[in-house]
């Protein structure tokens, strides 16, 4: 009995020891940030999960496209959701859970940044491949505050990958100090990136044509700055005067699913449903509902949201762009063609730019196409604005950017050269400046520009009825309100 | 011991006997003893009355005695049966039937780590004994538990087969930690989190019910701590109640061989009332004239009634059990021995689940001293399964939304017999529901071995030493194909499989010691022990698409090109504990309890590992007293206090950890590469989530016994929650929440539990009842700004919502109204509930209430010579929710809706309108999607015949019954079943024939 009642102590005894041991947590299947970072590889994942950010369902994957387009007059939404439904109509408040989600996704991006540009110059590698590293985390970086600058207007800087919660609470920053912060972010990337990156990743010709947009909005902003116009210009100038980036000839292949990474493409984010990773549904969500033959395997769209009739109309049916953007026509069951106007929801689709026709599966359709940022044609079209901004039309080459775009679309495919749109001449400062929106809006139409266009030009009011001089920013999500502790006010008039 | 001496006295006075006898003529009595289970019962005293002539029955139940007369009484007794007296008559045979008449007061309780007696508990525990169980067809013991014990809130929260079912013990008593009791199953504690493996990324899971490995028909009793007294025992788990599951074990005596069996056919509870063809073509014009689109159906009318998708999806289903069970003993070795097959089609079309269980228990005394036991089962389970949550937005839907939601202007095939596959008008990722749920394969398959072995040492005279190692492993497979002809997701992907892997073992040791003495007076029963527990998790899922066609499916995922997805993860937690009781008793007066327990969990952040839970309870009983005595009326009468510590610690692991993963993917160049990023803002302070609960009890028994009554209030406050909340964005962490140790809510409530023989003789009736009331408040959210579903002085779970009262019908109404001057007829009205005579988005009020108000169960048992005929009736009240939202939704077109919308507004019906029309520019959430989920329900009636004993004497106890489940609901709910809500599965209603035969 003495044994077992000895051996019953020795039990109790060494469990005592080995408990401390016992109950130490032991991770299996993630890493610890604080000895994650030891070499190169490392820190070129840490930056590919920056880029991988973007594509969140929450950013250019859904929301990205859906919130900009949905308020501007090019789209309406059709089968949408209420909050769809809420941005299209303007009637949304500072509690619709769109904004909520994408400015989650930005800070989520912008603290991935955060942590290669604060973690990664500790890393022992190549030096020029670590610099380069950082330089596109500043663009990404730059990239998500210019989107938030221009939609929120003040926001928090976080500068800092945030440890504690403590430093979490961050304040409004003036948009003064956001730009300069961007800046300076953009100008760091610059000095550093080779004038292209493989494909998906950022390069000079990205960074430049970023800094050239972001001098082009602070331009006509509360932060305006002497000679944000004239850095547009020759940043833009810049851009394509680089080798590797030129128009394309026809129109058809400036943008879409097969076509990436073309000559004219300056920043474009890479998702494909068929490689794997993130995807944009925007094909999916345009395509129209009840229409065949248009998605392989007899499948149809969801008419999520379709192109305006007055936007659609708004486009002449001489303009080859007009055709290259909005499907038309379809089937019905029974194999009957019909024109948009037949369809059960009869709005036009503006799902051409996203599709790819090449593609024989449903998957590759509709879920292949990548989110261009930025296009040379946007460059083009900036330096014409902003030229015309710093003394008329007559200035330097206005006239040659914009003429060039319009070159372009005449040239159709090349089998059948139109007449229209005719080149421009001797127009005042302010037909030309209505000149480039309306180039724009044909040119860039559904890829994300032109809401930000008519607030940077301050049309809103005027294109949009419903809008009130509060719609010129978004109202801050009410939630990042109440969980920051008195941090963060609202936009006026929200 | 004392049954040895008793022999021993026995075998003399037998010796005595037969030697007196000796001078005299002598015959001989026999016969045979059974019980009122007609067990043979060995063992049982025979007397002749007023003499030393004696004997007793041997393993089979017989006797035989000499006696020297024909004429006498012989008496029968034994421990808890009842002692008969029988006129011999010149008789040489008499058989005779004891009856089992156990006090309630003598029935023993499983406490954490030892047993006690009904009347020396002072905790607050139920118990469910085996005989409550039996002859009711359930798969899983919580089905079976439901209504049966105050206190205790059973949720089947689906209809599934094998299905979750959700257990709350005096309510939830924490917001993000796990709210399910800890179960302690054979002394091995269990948490019945989920052991599945995840499902596709688009949501596709199946959660099953690991419980539903144990099979009913082995469980020997279940005993409900409720208070801190009796939970505090398993300390850092027991804040949410702790159920202990003993399973049967053999018991001295020849070997019983009993067969169970049953077979039924189950149905959809209730169909909903949901439009049908033309009636939802109405609508869908009304939506498009509404929204400036062309009117798709010219003539509504002709289409008629269509398709009644419930009646397409829905099947009547048939199940069977079959279990045999083997029990007795041999020399010093005890032994149970079943094997179960239970097979379950589902109602939904292509589901079902079939399970197989095996278990040994076996105890084998190796000296007075030393006894080992040891419990094993091995158990598959085997489900056709579906899945059951809408995810993915829509991109697969549950069996229940598809029956509901898929338009009635559907044909399910076409007119060349083909499934049709034309999505009807407004239809967003389509597919035919009966196509799809044919087609698409999932398959869930699971073993689970547990088992234990005990070392129960007698170190001396009332000292125990005793060492557990348990297991408790589980593998589960989980495979699921979605063709891409048949199902919308499976068309976009084309087709869609899933592969998955996942393996949870837990090893427990314990080792504790007992003292047990008694001074005169003073009684003292002592623990002190100390117990490790890790548990090990691992899953690994494979997602391949791109197949080239449907015909192999998951069965051949080599030919499929798509990039799959794969996944893996592993897993663990380890807790170490100490603890200590002391049972004390005065002159079985009064009582009292003391318990500690240590516990080291490595789910918390370093140097907040330990926590400490003690309790404390004092019993008195007052039916000892002389004056109480004095009145003959109580039989006992005890009034009970007591007051703990408890703690929660059911998160997952590693969130006090800063994590990296390196799963955030992109594309460079044409190839996928993986990216890091941070998953998760660490909390270097995670600690315990502690629970501090007052209970005042009272149980008292009337008439010799025939009336129990029991009372309990509580109080149970949750302190240091442990609370997921919203941190801001700046933050970097997006819509991630940061698990704090922040905010406070109690639950508080009463509980009544009654037990009554209302009829003894011939007819007996006998009445159980048991009623619950809890209120869980909400008091602070400590750092969390709040959420849609926590508001301070509310339950958890409660949403922020307008009033509503009513549609516009015409402007006219509008103008009058006057606060809502933006709506347009067919809009919603809405209440200014501030009376600031506006109406704004501060209007919203907390609405629903999450969990019932009370419930109640009302077990009704009448018996007539061999007839049983048992109403058992279950009772939740005040619980109001929102349901399947697109059901009621006037503004969303994609799927049908509930049938009131034939009222929805439109200009032509503006006048008798009684639903907001499908233009309403102000729908938002309000107490019109409010249901009240409220239900009255005849859970099983239950008619058994018991054969006697004459008529067929070469068996033992056999009986046949008649059972039927849910087959009456009373309920405003205009869903499926109230319990469980129509977005999932749908539940059943179920008759079954059974059979029991012992040999």
Redesign the interface.
Known sequence: ?KK??GF?LT??LL??FS?KK?????????????N?FEDGN?AY?????????L?EN?YYSRFMFLVPTLISDESVT??GD?AS?QMD?L?Y?S?LSSFL?L???I??D???A??VIGRVPGVPMDEALKKQYIAEAKFLRALNYFNLVRFWGEV?L?KD???K?E????GRASVKDVYDFIIQDLEDAKAVLPDKN????AGKGSVTALLAKVYLTRASSEAAQEGDYKKCADLCKEVIGMSAFHLMDDFQQAIGANHEFNPESLFEW????????SFTSAA?FALP??VYGLVP????G???FGGDRDFYNSISDQDYRKASTFITSGKD?DGNDLYYT?W???YPSPARKFINPEST???GYA?GTNYVVLRLADVYLMRAEALNEIGGPGTEDAYAMINAIRARARHGNGSSVSDYPADLSGLSQASFRDSVLEERKVELAYEGHRFFDLIRTKRLLSVLPKAKEKHYLLPIPN??I???KG?LTQNTGW | MKRIKLLHFLALAFICISMQAGAQQRTTLSGTVTNDQQEKMPGVTVKLKNTNTGTVTDEQGRYSLPVTASEGTLVFSFLNYATQEVAIGGRSRIDIVLKNEESKLDEVVVVGYGTLQRKDVTGAISSVTAKDLENQPAMTLEQLMQGKASGVQITQTTGAPGGQIEVRIRGASSINAGNEPLYVIDGVPYYNGSQDPDGTSYGTTTPTNALASLNPNDIASVDILKDASATAIYGSRGSNGVVIITTKRGKAGGMRVNYNGYFGVQQVVRKVDVMNASQHAAFLNAWAAANNNPIPFPHPDSLGKGTDWQDEIFRPAVMQNHQVSMSGSMGKSRYYISGNFYDQEGIVINTGMKRYTFRANFDQDISDRLTVSETFAYSKTDSKSVPINGAGKGNVRSAGERALLTSPILSVYDSKGEFNTVPWYGATKFENPVASLQTTYGNLQRDNVTGNITLSYKLLDGLVAKSLVGVNMTNTDNKEYYPRSTTYIGGVLGGLGFLANRRVSNVLNENTLTYSKVISKHKFDVLGGMTTQSEKDFSATNQPTLFPDDRLGINNIDGATGVPMVSSLKTQWSLVSFIGRVNYQYAGKYLLTASIRADGSSKFADGHKWGYFPSVAAGYRLSEEKFIKQLGLFDDLKLRVSYGVTGNQEVGSYQSLPRLVTDASYIVGGQLLSGARLTSLANRDLTWEESKQLDVGLNASFLHSRINVGFDYYKKRTENLLFSIDIPATSGYGSSKALFNTGSLYNRGFEVDLSAALLTHDFKWDLSANFSRNKSVLTSLGESPGTTTLFVGYAPGTKLGQVYLGVFHDQKEIDAYGLQPDAKPGDMKFADTNGDGKFTGDDRLPIGTPMPKYIFGVTNTFSYKGFDLTVFVESSVGRKGDDIDLLNDPTDLTSNKYKKFVNIWTPENAETATVPGPGVSNYSYSTFDIVDRSYFKLRNIRLSYTFPHSLIPFLGSTAVYLSGENLITISDYPGFDPETGSVGYPTTKTVVLGLNIGF
């Not at chain 1, 890479?270 to 990773?277: P, V």
């Open positions: 009995m077992i009642t019953l039990i109790l469990s005592c408990c016992f109950i130490t947590e032991k991770p299996y299947s993630f890493l610890s940030p604080a994650y490392d994942a840490a930056l590919l999960g920056v880029y991988s950010g594509g929450s059709i089968t209420a439904k109509a009637s408040s509690t989600t400015w989650r996704a800070y989520v912008i603290m991935r955060n942590v928090p976080v990958e945030v440890e919660l430093d979490a609470y961050v493989p494909d998906g990743r890479n998702g494909d449903r068929e490689i794997g990773g999916q509902s009840g395997e007899n499948a149809t969801e008419s999520w069951i037949s059960p929801f009869p599966t449903r998957s879920f939630t990042e109440l969980l920051s941090k």
